[in-house]
């Protein structure tokens, strides 16, 4: 049965009322539960009270409250998980679930307005996961001006994204004074197939830092012809 039916059964029954309602339970287990099945149904309207269990302190309703908004998905859900964000720090599930739930242009937008620390390193990974070529000019600009935190991300999520022309400004990067930009910038080349960075990154394999020249051979290594 399609999920519009199923959601219509569940609201006609008056079913949906009571699980939204429960979404307030005193027990943890009833509002993970309620909130699990919140999202199984896509109930847009129930995202207010999913987002406010975004604040337990509970693991188990916090992981159902964010899985729940990223199948609701929209801009209303994403902006509760970047809220959450801006409040509770970088979490994997939270940006994972933010990287589901944002319609288009929503992370791009979010990307170049004023953030709070932890928000925009999430803004960039959401960014790299959904593989979005538009999401590419706001990372190259992360890239550029952002903090040290930023500018790492932003090389990593270009190479997931495989932004082919983000290749010259990452290239730069293998020459920054921060270790962790050198070995970020190694990573997203090797990810991107930089065939052009080969001599840049034999470079590296004398850097003064382990971490880097171990990132410079591995990226070497992937671009071996198979």
């Not at 593989?131 to 000019?137: D, F, L, P, W, Y």
């Not at 550029?144 to 022309?165: M, P």
């Not at 990573?187 to 410079?216: C, F, M, T």
Request: glycine share 6%.
């Amino acid at each position: 049965m399609p999920v519009q039916r199923l959601v219509f059964a569940f609201k006609r029954s008056g079913t949906a009322d009571r699980v939204v309602e429960r979404l307030a339970a005193k027990s943890p287990q009833q509002r993970a539960r309620s909130a699990r099945v919140v999202g199984a149904l896509q109930l847009t309207e129930a995202v207010p009270w999913v987002a406010a269990l975004l604040e337990s302190r509970d693991r188990a309703v916090l992981d159902a409250a964010a899985r729940a908004l990223g199948k609701i998905a929209g801009a209303r859900s994403a902006t509760a998980l970047v809220l959450a964000i801006q409040r509770r720090g970088l979490s994997r599930r939270l940006v994972a679930e933010l990287a589901r739930a944002a319609p288009d242009l929503f992370v791009e937008v979010a990307l170049t307005e004023p953030q709070r620390p932890a928000v925009r390193p999430a803004l960039a990974i959401a960014a790299g996961l959904r593989r979005r070529q538009t999401a590419v000019a706001p990372l190259i600009g992360l890239l550029e001006h952002g903090s040290r935190r930023e500018r790492v991300i932003a090389c990593r999520a270009l190479g997931w994204i495989g932004s082919g022309t983000a290749v010259p400004i990452i290239k730069g990067a293998l020459i920054d004074r921060d270790w962790k930009i050198r070995m970020s910038a190694a990573k997203a080349l090797g990810a991107l197939h930089a065939q052009d960075a080969k001599d840049d990154l034999k470079y590296l394999q004398i850097d003064r830092n382990a971490r880097v020249r171990k990132a410079a051979t591995q990226a070497l290594y992937r671009l071996k012809p198979r």
